[in-house]
């Protein structure tokens, strides 16, 4: 199964972009790039993914490097209410099941005024 | 679109009562529904995973007699905690997809259960 490795923590100043690395080197061909926020006591929210391109939305853009072992999340206006728990997820696919998250321990972002 | 819901969202209970949560996709059908738990300060575990008419598939170490799950239709899936006792106090969260790898899983706000 394919891991993730993110920073425990960052900051951003307001107004600022936001970027949020992850590192997934063992992902295979087929796998995609989730990205979910959880803001305290709520369940998480679904931001963005992708599997090879660089993708963008109205939420964030994902960057996913060219031999797909890492990428980069970027909130391009990083507001207070982005202040959340980021998690970066490899989708693991079950036949007959689907596609299984299984979540890390994500970066704390924390905006600052 | 793509809302999920789950009820209720807060329910405090007696020791050894048993507990359901309901979990609902409001705008789309979802082959399959997962089910999720939290600790303070810890990140989500994958309980179960469930698809509509079959057996769910549970996680290593997650008791099935305990958490009873049932995905009855496309909308609606239901954990029950049985015999619930305080260690099982925590925050269950489901999600529910439409089952392909590029279509994302979308999260209910989560229910906080309280057993005194």
């Known amino acids: 199964d394919a891991k993730t490795t993110q920073p425990t923590s960052m900051d951003c100043a307001e107004g600022r972009a936001a970027n949020l690395p992850c590192n997934h080197s063992?992902?295979?061909?087929?796998?995609?790039v989730y990205w979910y926020r959880q803001i305290h006591s709520q369940g998480p929210q679904y931001i963005i993914h992708?599997?090879?391109n660089n993708e963008t939305n109205e939420m964030a853009s994902l960057i996913i490097t060219e031999d797909r072992k890492s990428s980069t999340l970027i909130l391009p206006h990083a507001t207070l209410r982005d202040t959340a728990v980021y998690y970066c997820i490899v989708l693991i696919m079950i036949y007959n099941q689907g596609g299984k998250l299984i979540f890390g321990q994500g970066t704390e972002l924390s905006v600052k005024p | 679109g793509a809302v999920v819901s789950q009820h209720p969202s807060w329910v405090i209970c007696k020791s050894g009562t048993s507990v359901k949560i309901e979990c609902r996709s409001l705008?789309?059908?979802?082959?399959?529904m997962f089910w999720y738990r939290q600790f303070p300060k810890q990140s989500l575990m994958l309980m179960a995973t469930s698809n509509e008419g079959s057996k769910a598939t549970y996680e290593q170490g997650v008791e099935k007699d305990k958490f009873l799950i049932n995905h009855a239709s496309l909308t609606l899936s239901t954990l029950t905690v049985t015999s619930a006792h305080p260690e099982d106090s925590s925050f269950y969260i489901c999600s529910a997809s439409l089952g392909y790898s590029n279509q994302p899983q979308h999260f209910g706000d989560g229910t906080r259960l309280s057993i005194l």
């Open positions: 705008d789309f059908q979802a082959t399959t």
């Open positions: 992708g599997l090879k």
């Open positions: 063992t992902i295979s061909g087929n796998e995609y």
